[in-house]
């Protein structure tokens, strides 16, 4: 069923919008550019290109299966590729997927921000690629330690266009939340309310949901629920598909998935940073939620507080909101929250779930976890082995206060 709400200052734009649609082939062979996108006239991205603003000097990461550099939309766009130290090979539709959502962000013609620095680090984690490394590798220590790689390498935006049910993600974020880089993710297009299990139900980062550029509704296959932070177009969008032979030569008319809204509030950030250099990954979040476009009702699980507003948000000094996460603590029940939190500062989650960025050290007194990581143990140095637990901390073994 699709929600029939419409977001109110957003509808004001509708003619303008309809009279600017050409009507397309369902399927056609390209032999250059995809060249109009039905989200460039709903999201006004003239008027930016006309403020001057395209993402220069701002570096987003982009975690995909794979991603054809080759294709028109992508050839001339300064992208780096970061291939893991597990090899695999990416199907197709892995392909089209990471092209489509790089191109979200790098397209000369209608990408967001044509100039920032895109790093796109290949994931294995994704279920539609082929690997041929052992299945082994493939677990939430790979996908985890790709954050915190993206985060050393000193990306401020993470994009991350798909979902998953894992309980072993439960310190995924941690990392990038403790440096300030906002991490972005679609909310999932089960047309159903987002489950606590998924990580798109994570504290502390940004979560999108699916909204047509054309009819401005929500879109129906979209996930809800009380993560969902903005809407952005999601769907009728055209993007680049594979022939027969694997290859990226077709023109695709209807694609959507939150997988493609995502990259636009990414662009839409990375843009807002371009403007507002000092501010910082978390004041950008406080900017993003107090400009959306919205209307009287507020907030709702299906749009979250509105529809990205990118004019809002060039417009807005995000110096003036405190430097605080403000999805920190959105489901206490859905971690990160307060109590995971304290675990991992204290140093005793295992390196094995934790993302090893740069600087997280294991303090616990686990010897097994000491033997096989050792250059990043000090064993027995948490600070909750030496410290009282405070008034109201939660009871917990793993942190061993001196009660």
Known sequence: ?????????????????????????????????????????????????????????????????????????????????????????????????????????????????????????????????????????????????????AVDDGADIINMSYGGWDVTYEHLFDYAIRHGVIVVIGAGNDASRIPAIDIASRNGIVVVTSM???????????????????????????????????AMTVVKEGCRGTSYAAPYVVGALALAKQAHPQATGNQLMQSLIKTAAKDPSGWDEHFGWGLVNIRGMLDDDPSKYPDENPFLDRDPDVAPNAQSRAVYDAGLVSPHWAALGKDYVYRGGDSLIADTYSDRVAMGTSPAFHTKRPAGAPVDGKLGYQD
């Open 1 to 149: 069923m699709r929600i029939s709400r419409v977001l109110g200052r957003f509808a004001a734009t509708g003619a303008a919008l309809a009279c600017g649609l050409v009507a397309l082939t369902p399927t056609a062979s390209a032999d250059d550019s995809v060249l109009e996108q039905p989200a460039y006239d709903a999201l006004r991205i003239q008027e930016l290109r006309d403020r001057g603003v395209d993402g220069t000097g701002v570096t987003i990461a982009v975690l995909e299966s794979g991603v054809d550099t080759t294709v028109p939309e992508l050839r001339d766009g300064q992208i780096e590729v970061k291939a893991p130290g597990c090899p695999f090979t990416s199907a197709p539709a892995s392909v089209e997927h990471g092209t489509m959502v790089t191109s979200i962000l790098k397209a000369p013609g209608w990408g967001l921000a044509p100039k920032a620095k895109v790093v796109v680090y290949r994931d294995p984690r994704r279920g539609d690629t082929e690997p041929t490394c052992d299945p082994e590798d493939l677990t939430a220590e790979a996908l985890t330690n790709v954050v915190a790689r």
């Open 212 to 246: 047509s550029p054309i009819t401005r509704e929500f879109s129906d296959f979209s996930s809800f629920g009380k993560s969902v932070t903005v809407t952005a177009p999601g769907e009728d969008l055209r993007c680049r598909s594979y022939d027969a032979n694997g």
